[in-house]
């Protein structure tokens, strides 16, 4: 017996809309500038929560094989070919203000807005549900995994009808507001302490008031981490270990821990100290590219995967102050610019992490910046970081229950006299899309209309 309400129509995403497919193009024709005769370009980078409009490149219209590929508001961008972790992302588009067509990484899904709203389809494709059974559907290669759209097609929905759609929008939309005014809160609170990084070397200068940069390998040592394998499963010690989803910017989140199989030689090698900095050396979005954050002894021993970089201060040197200048503006445009783009996924090694140039100040001022990080840690950790946790948290937990009708089992009962002729629009329009409609019956909560007769069996209406 289904746990979804009766009115929920179950159907394959294939009968809810068509896929729009991607653009490959060659380097040399890509320029970062608007012109005559060309066209903007998103790419997987562009995927995240909101479309990044920022960094766009620009191709010939003449690559466009039909007007399908000019993007609408409303379109659904999906990561088909990247990493395993961000393969199936997706993106709405809204607002575009400018004419753009999709890279060849991505395929786009534009929605039949009888049957379903954009924004609906959106929430639900990019729940966590959803979104693992994307990567667990994906073909995975060395490098890279790959989402065929003709499985994706055949992934089926429970479809409210579009009230309740919108109402469970309306719900999710106000939720997402929350965490966005609350991820702005941590925002502004962290510019303090970039301000006083900025002030704790501004005595450290050279010729002509500059400051004076120095190598990062001048005052920290940085080494790679295990690669995982599954010959470790064999390895004769197993500890748990850092990956990059444990890794934030400025912060960890140790809540989901995994085990690896290591040797003693291995553990002594790589097992982490208090004070170490993770650095995360390969992300499909640029902007996460080299984020880091400080290791505190949280658990012992722990080691980490290699897509994680360890910086290790020197004696004398305060890992506040470093943190602080690789998650500075200094050390983003570094890594960037530095940087290796290999299938959508941009990567650093420990080379490029060593030749990192920054300003060092004295001993005395890290050590003063480091005791004012903490003042200001103490604002943004306990309060602002956990309620965002816990923002996000409950958004998660919202859309298990709205994809399930349970967040809206009030509201379908205080519109039960609308809700069974919208049903019938929507299965007459599902049955011309080509999905197979079975008979309808009629919710208990719901009066019959002459629309829902009663399909039930005679011997069972008679008892």
Same mark, same amino acid.
């Given at each position: 017996?289904?746990?979804?309400?009766?009115?929920?129509?179950?159907?394959?995403?294939?009968?809810?809309?068509?896929?729009?497919?991607?653009?490959?193009?060659?380097?040399?024709?890509?320029?970062?500038?608007?012109?005559?005769?060309?066209?903007?370009?998103?790419?997987?980078?562009?995927?995240?929560?909101?479309l990044d409009k920022?960094?766009?490149?620009?191709?010939?219209?003449?690559?466009?094989?039909?007007?399908?590929?000019?993007?609408?508001?409303?379109?659904?961008?999906?990561?088909?070919?990247?990493?395993?972790?961000?393969?199936?992302?997706?993106?709405?588009?809204?607002?575009?203000?400018?004419?753009?067509?999709?890279?060849?990484?991505?395929?786009?899904?534009?929605?039949? &807005?009888? #049957?379903?709203?954009? $924004?609906?389809?959106?929430?639900? @494709?990019?729940?966590?549900?959803?979104?693992? %059974? +994307? =990567? /667990?559907?994906?073909?995975?290669?060395?490098?890279?995994?790959?989402?065929?759209?003709?499985d994706f097609a055949?992934?089926?929905?429970?479809? &409210?009808? #579009?009230?309740?759609? $919108?109402?469970?929008?309306?719900? @999710?939309?106000?939720?997402?507001?929350?965490? %966005? +005014? =609350? /991820?702005?809160?941590?925002?502004?609170?962290?510019?303090?302490?970039?301000?006083?990084?900025?002030?704790?070397?501004?005595?450290?200068?050279?010729?002509?008031?500059?400051?004076?940069?120095?190598?990062?390998?001048?005052?920290?040592?940085?080494?790679?981490?295990?690669?995982?394998?599954?010959?470790?499963?064999?390895?004769?010690?197993?500890?748990?270990?850092?990956?990059?989803?444990?890794?934030?910017?400025?912060?960890?989140?140790?809540?989901?821990?995994?085990?690896?199989?290591?040797?003693?030689?291995?553990?002594?090698?790589?097992?982490?100290?208090?004070?170490?900095?993770?650095?995360?050396?390969?992300?499909?979005?640029?902007?996460?590219?080299g984020r880091a954050?400080?290791?505190?002894?949280?658990?012992?021993?722990?080691?980490?995967?290699?897509?994680?970089?360890?910086?290790?201060?020197?004696?004398?040197?305060?890992?506040?102050?470093?943190?602080?200048?690789?998650?500075?503006?200094?050390?983003?445009?570094?890594?960037?610019?530095?940087?290796?783009?290999?299938?959508?996924?941009?990567?650093?090694?420990?080379?490029?992490?060593?030749?990192?140039?920054?300003?060092?100040?004295?001993?005395?001022?890290?050590?003063?910046?480091?005791?004012?990080?903490?003042?200001?840690?103490?604002?943004?950790?306990?309060?602002?970081?956990?309620?965002?946790?816990?923002?996000?948290?409950?958004?998660?937990?919202?859309?298990?229950?709205?994809?399930?009708?349970?967040?809206?089992?009030?509201?379908?009962?205080?519109?039960?006299?609308?809700?069974?002729?919208?049903?019938?629009?929507?299965?007459?329009?599902?049955?011309?899309?080509?999905?197979?409609?079975?008979?309808?019956?009629?919710?208990?909560?719901?009066?019959?209309?002459?629309?829902?007769?009663?399909?039930?069996?005679?011997?069972?209406?008679?008892?």
């Amino acid at each position: 017996m289904s746990d979804f309400p009766q009115l929920w129509r179950k159907c394959a995403l294939g009968t809810l809309g068509k896929s729009i497919s991607g653009l490959a193009f060659r380097p040399q024709d890509a320029v970062n500038s608007p012109g005559p005769e060309l066209i903007a370009c998103f790419r997987t980078s562009n995927i995240q929560q909101e479309l990044d409009k920022r960094d766009v490149l620009f191709i010939p219209r003449s690559l466009l094989r039909n007007d399908r590929q000019v993007l609408r508001d409303g379109d659904i961008l999906i990561s088909t070919a990247n990493s395993d972790t961000l393969v199936g992302k997706c993106v709405i588009v809204e607002n575009l203000e400018y004419e753009a067509t999709l890279g060849g990484f991505i395929t786009g899904f534009r929605v039949n &807005p009888s #049957l379903v709203s954009p $924004r609906f389809f959106f929430f639900w @494709l990019s729940s966590p549900i959803i979104q693992a %059974r +994307l =990567r /667990a559907l994906a073909r995975k290669t060395t490098n890279i995994a790959n989402l065929a759209m003709s499985d994706f097609a055949k992934i089926e929905i429970h479809l &409210p009808p #579009l009230s309740e759609q $919108r109402r469970i929008v309306e719900i @999710l939309q106000e939720a997402e507001e929350i965490r %966005r +005014l =609350r /991820a702005e809160a941590e925002t502004k609170t962290a510019e303090l302490i970039p301000a006083m990084f900025h002030r704790a070397y501004a005595h450290s200068t050279g010729k002509g008031g500059r400051p004076k940069l120095h190598r990062l390998e001048e005052i920290a040592d940085v080494q790679g981490g295990i690669q995982v394998t599954r010959t470790r499963e064999n390895a004769p010690l197993k500890v748990p270990y850092l990956r990059v989803a444990n890794v934030q910017r400025d912060g960890l989140n140790l809540e989901d821990m995994k085990e690896i199989g290591v040797t003693e030689a291995e553990l002594e090698r790589t097992r982490l100290q208090k004070g170490d900095i993770l650095v995360v050396e390969g992300h499909g979005n640029a902007d996460e590219l080299g984020r880091a954050a400080v290791w505190m002894g949280e658990i012992d021993p722990c080691t980490h995967q290699n897509h994680l970089i360890r910086v290790r201060c020197k004696p004398g040197y305060d890992p506040a102050y470093l943190l602080s200048m690789l998650n500075s503006a200094l050390g983003r445009r570094h890594f960037l610019t530095a940087g290796n783009t290999t299938s959508g996924l941009k990567t650093i090694s420990t080379g490029i992490v060593r030749n990192f140039r920054m300003p060092v100040p004295s001993k005395e001022s890290m050590t003063k910046f480091a005791e004012l990080r903490e003042a200001v840690s103490d604002l943004t950790d306990p309060g602002l970081r956990r309620a965002s946790l816990r923002s996000k948290k409950l958004i998660d937990s919202l859309s298990a229950h709205a994809f399930s009708g349970q967040l809206t089992a009030d509201w379908r009962e205080a519109n039960a006299d609308q809700l069974p002729r919208e049903a019938l629009e929507r299965d007459a329009a599902l049955k011309h899309a080509g999905a197979v409609i079975p008979f309808t019956t009629t919710p208990e909560n719901i009066n019959p209309t002459a629309e829902f007769r009663d399909n039930s069996p005679k011997e069972k209406r008679n008892a």
